[in-house]
C-alpha cells in the first residue's frame, strides 16, 4: 500500500512582501535584546510603593489568610521592614493599622491618638533617617467599630463632621514623622480642609496623595481581612465611593482635588479601571498612582498556587499595564518581590 503523500511546504507568496510594505513587525521581536530596545513601558523599582499592615504585640508576624505572602507586622517589626525596602530602592512604604477591636468606637476616637500603631510606626520608621518616604491612611475606618470611613448619624455617614475629624489625624500623623498624608475616605472637601490643617500645624511641606477616584469595589475583601474590618462593616460603601460604572465623575472628583491642594492622585482599585488612570492622566498631566488593591494580588496569588498561572509573569505583566496606562507609580502588595526581580537585571 502506497504512503499517502506529506502536502510540500507552500512557498512564500510572491507578492507578501508588496502587501506588507517592506513592514515586518515581527523583525524587531526575534531577539532579546532588540525587544528590549524598542520597549515603550519600563517598570522600575523607582515606581513601587509597598503597602504594610500594622498591628499590636511584640515580635509579632501575623499572616493574612486571604493575601498569600502578606504579613501584619508589630510596632517592633517594622523598622527592620522599612530598612529591607530601603536596601531594595522602593521609594516608599505606606502604612495601615490593624486596631485592637477594645479601641475602637463609633468615633474612630484612636485615630487622634499620638500614641496609636501608625504614628508608633511612623516615628519607629523615621528615627532611622532612611532614604524612604512613609504614606499614611487618612481614614476612620480602622477606628470605628462600624467600619465605616465616617461618623454616623443613624445609618448616615456625615461629611463634614467627618473632614473635621480627618484634618486633625492627618495632623496627628505629621507630627509623628508622616511624609505624606493619602486621605482615602472619599468626602466631600477633605483635600482643602486636610491642606489647610497641616499648613497651619506647620507642616507646609508634607504631601498630599489623594485618593480622588475611589471606587465602591468588590476588591477591597482581602484588605478588610487584614485591618480587621471585614466582621464591623455595617452596609457597604456606596453613598461616598464611586461608582463603578462611571467615569466622568472621576475626572469632576479629580479637578477638585487638585483645586483644593493635592499634590498626587490615586486611582483605586488599579486593573478594573486602567481606563480612569488613562483618562486622569492624558486629562490633568499631575504625578497620578495606582493601587494594585488586595483582591488583585489574591487573585494573581491563588491562581499561581493552583498552577494556573505563571506568578512572576503575571505579577509583572500586571505592573506594566499600570505603567502603560500612564501611572507614574503603584502601590503594590508585590513591591518587594518585583524589587529584587528587577535589581536582577
Not at 491618638?113 to 524612604?132: G, H, S, T, Y
Not at 462600624?146 to 461629611?159: C, R, S, W
Not at 493635592?262 to 493601587?291: C, H, N, Q, S
Request: contains cysteine.
Amino acid at each position: 500500500m502506497t504512503a499517502p503523500q506529506r502536502p510540500s511546504h507552500p512557498g512564500p507568496i510572491a507578492d507578501l512582501d508588496a502587501v506588507l510594505g517592506g513592514r515586518r513587525m515581527r523583525r524587531n521581536r526575534r531577539t532579546d535584546w532588540t525587544r528590549r530596545l524598542v520597549r515603550e513601558t519600563h517598570l522600575s523599582v523607582d515606581d513601587l510603593i509597598w503597602p504594610v499592615f500594622v498591628t499590636g504585640g511584640t515580635n509579632v508576624a501575623e499572616p493574612v489568610p486571604s493575601m498569600p505572602g502578606v504579613v501584619r507586622h508589630s510596632v517592633d517589626r517594622i523598622a527592620a521592614q522599612a530598612e529591607m525596602a530601603a536596601e531594595l530602592g522602593i521609594p516608599a512604604l505606606a502604612l495601615f493599622p490593624n486596631t485592637d477591636p477594645e479601641r475602637r468606637d463609633d468615633a474612630g476616637s484612636d485615630a487622634l491618638n499620638p500614641d496609636n500603631l501608625v504614628c508608633r510606626a511612623c516615628r519607629e520608621i523615621a528615627a532611622r533617617k532612611l532614604p524612604l518616604g512613609i504614606v499614611t491612611d487618612v481614614a476612620l475606618d480602622p477606628y470605628t467599630s462600624h467600619g465605616h470611613d465616617g461618623l454616623m448619624e443613624g445609618e448616615d455617614i456625615l461629611n463634614d463632621e467627618t473632614v473635621a475629624q480627618l484634618a486633625r489625624q492627618a495632623v496627628t500623623q505629621a507630627d509623628a514623622g508622616a511624609d505624606v498624608i493619602a486621605p482615602s475616605d472619599m468626602m466631600d472637601g477633605r483635600i482643602g480642609a486636610i491642606r489647610a490643617a497641616l499648613d497651619a500645624a506647620g507642616h507646609t511641606q508634607v504631601q498630599i496623595m489623594s485618593y480622588a477616584a475611589k471606587y465602591a469595589s468588590a476588591f477591597y475583601g482581602p484588605f478588610r481581612d487584614a485591618v480587621g474590618t471585614s466582621g464591623t462593616l455595617i452596609g457597604d460603601k456606596r453613598t461616598y465611593q464611586m461608582d463603578p460604572a462611571n467615569t466622568d465623575e472621576a475626572l469632576h472628583e479629580v479637578e477638585l482635588d487638585i483645586q483644593e491642594g493635592a499634590d498626587m492622585l490615586m486611582i483605586k482599585p488599579g486593573m478594573p479601571y486602567l481606563d480612569i488612570i488613562r483618562r486622569v492622566k492624558e486629562t490633568f498631566a499631575r504625578p497620578t498612582f495606582a493601587y494594585q488593591v488586595s483582591g488583585e494580588y489574591a487573585m494573581i496569588m491563588a491562581a499561581a498556587q493552583n498552577g494556573w498561572l505563571d506568578r512572576e509573569r503575571a505579577m509583572v505583566e500586571s505592573l506594566i499595564a499600570f505603567k502603560r496606562a500612564g501611572a507614574d507609580g503603584v502601590l503594590t502588595y508585590f513591591a518587594p518581590e518585583v524589587a529584587r526581580l528587577l535589581g536582577k537585571g
